[in-house]
């Protein structure tokens, strides 16, 4: 998966349109961060071969670690 294609993934699940989607945009700012989210992103890192714990994703504080997380080159 590309970084646009994770990004455009990520505003899906924030229910936001990919403008909003900015790397120091703050997680709980967003209506819809909350631990479903934290869930499908879970499923979305997945389907992207990473192994991580939810824990990760949890501490997530901003759009960035959430992009950090995925390894993207």
Request: hydrophobic content about 45%; cysteine-free.
């Amino acid at each position: 998966m590309t970084q646009e294609k994770f990004r455009e993934e990520l505003a899906d699940i924030l229910g936001v349109e990919e403008e909003a989607i900015k790397d120091d945009a703050v997680l709980e700012s967003f209506e819809q961060w909350d631990s479903l989210s934290v869930l499908t992103m879970l499923d979305l890192y997945d389907e992207m071969e990473l192994d991580l714990e939810v824990e990760a994703i949890d501490s997530s504080k901003t759009i960035g670690d959430l992009i950090k997380l995925a390894h993207f080159s």
